[in-house]
């Protein structure tokens, strides 16, 4: 990582009481941004993400926001927080998304074979599983690939049975999570 001095735009102590826990000691902002985050509001919530962990010692030095990172740096019980605006940040999170999108894939294709084993599509078995379904989703939410993979169907064969469940009024469309839809019982 290359570091840059003018990606510095703020600064600050957080302390700790043993009673009131973190507080903020100072702050000092180098650069008049509109990024500075309002350090009153979030000094315990920067305390606890880069004192907590585990306990052989698991923590971070550096949490990346959208716009900033912070690199925090603890003495005794206080942390001293840098607050940086990094350069080239969107292409750096562009390429990672490809790199994590392409393990994905590659996971998911060594998933496959089990996993996308279609059941054999008879007319007892959906009469079954259309039964099931609103069963199982009547106190919870699931998602179509949840469903699939319960069952074993393949993707057209679970879009089929909910397509006729959604039109019977059994399940409905709960909410929408990334790509996939979250079901529940009517």
Do not use: H
């Not at 700790?16 to 180098?30: A, H, N, R, S, V």
């Not at 052989?56 to 912070?70: H, Q």
């Amino acid at each position: 990582m290359k570091f840059n001095e003018e990606e510095v735009f703020g600064a600050a102590l957080i302390g700790f009481d043993m009673i009131d826990g973190p507080f903020l000691k100072w702050k000092k902002e180098y650069n008049k941004t509109k990024n500075m985050v309002k350090l009153d509001d979030f000094a315990m919530n920067f305390y606890l993400a880069f004192r907590g962990g585990n306990a052989s010692g698991k923590k971070p030095r550096a949490i990346l926001y959208d716009n900033f990172y912070i690199v925090a740096f603890p003495r005794d019980l206080e942390l001293c927080c840098l607050f940086m605006k990094p350069q080239n940040l969107d292409e750096n999170i562009k390429q990672l998304n490809k790199v994590a999108s392409r393990i994905i894939t590659e996971m998911e294709v060594k998933e496959k074979p089990e996993a996308e084993v279609p059941i054999e599509s008879d007319e007892n078995t959906v009469e079954e599983i259309m039964r099931l379904i609103p069963n199982i989703l009547s106190e919870a939410k699931m998602s179509t690939p949840e469903l699939r993979r319960y069952f074993k169907l393949s993707n057209s064969q679970i879009w089929k049975i909910m397509s006729e469940l959604e039109s019977a009024r059994k399940v409905k469309r709960a909410e929408k999570k990334g790509r996939s839809i979250m079901w529940t019982a009517s």
